[in-house]
């Protein structure tokens, strides 16, 4: 008789927990539960797994979320369903994204970081995603340990984030319009309001998680582990061109334009017709003093991409780097006989620089009205007297303003 009275009291006791927490008084359904532990602490397991998912609940609610998780661990211990941790496990981790989403509105950072942590570790496998954002908010955070910690276990796992992206044209407006559920999509692929349906998978994070581990060991100055952290990517993935892009752009980083160059070069091996590529090796070309060879690459970024304005711009000023040495040297000249020869020299080759430069303009001005290319042209036309050419320019950049 005393064994049932007793086991009555603790159910008593939790009912009286539950209905302050059903009613909103979660201080006092936490007092209740804590004075009546010694009472909890003695009872058979199936009241102690309730009481524990009860704390867990509470918690929850409470956003004590490391609590919450401790509680909910112990109550699976003692035997709790997996049907019911698993509705209130969901309930937690949704209140702890959608406080850690406060947290970066508010610009706290830490804070956001560490509860993003927190619904990694509830499920590692199925939660990734959340360390990645997670270390995205230690970089804002500027806790750089903090997010080189999170990025190296993303790496150890090798999560990608690739993602299965689904699109569908509505008829009706001609319109492509993205589906968030393959459900949905399949749905929608059997109506006759609805054409064009496609999917596309997401770009891998992996490189950029790479990237971001070497870029975090060059800002710690420790340029050995940044550089060992892509080698070691790569030596697993030897193929992978978007892996040797980032070793590239870390090359770049610490300012080693010869490995960059290099690594740029393999790339293009790889994919011969990206015309990004082509371009980046101008670029590096050019500040490496390889005028001949910027040009060429400039070039085959135009014939791959002709909508790539900025190898439009960089070529045409690459063909006129030489122009003020040529101008320098102009007004050094005096007015002899020689002189207005060499004079006569200089200004044929200064205006051959400008008419290389007149058909890129062109080219770029008719696929888009570059205000940039029109304003550089109106110069060359007004330098070597074309006044016709010099006014339509002029005409042309009123109309973009």
Known sequence: MLSISFVHSQKKELRNANKFYESGEFSSAIDLLDSSKSLFDSSEDKIRAQVTLLYGKIYTTMEDFDLAVKSFEISKSLGTSRDVLDFEINKLETAIITSAVGDNETEDYD????????????????????????ASSAVNSSNLQLALEFYEELRNVRYTGIENKFYITEISSG?????NSEAEFNILQKSKDYENPREEETESRFPEIVKNIALIYKELGENDK???AIETARASNPDDVSLIITAANIY???????????????????????????????????ELGEKENAISYYEKSIQLDPNNENSYLNLVALILDGEQDIVNEMNTLGTSRADNLKYDELKELREN??????????????INNNTEAIRTLMNIYGTIGDNSGYMEMKNLLEQQD
């Open 111 to 134: 804070s956001a970081a560490n509860k993003l942590k927190l619904v990694y570790d509830i499920n590692p496998e199925m939660n990734q995603q959340y360390l990645y954002y997670a």
């Open 175 to 179: 319109n492509e319009i993205e589906i």
């Open 226 to 228: 940044a550089l060992a």
């Open 252 to 286: 770049f980083e610490l300012d080693d334009k010869e490995a960059f160059k290099l690594a740029m070069s393999e790339a293009i091996d790889k994919e011969p017709n990206n015309p990004v590529l082509y371009y980046n090796l101008g670029v590096i070309s050019s």
């Open 353 to 366: 620089l400008y008419m290389q430069c007149v058909p890129i303009l062109s080219e770029l001005i008719s």
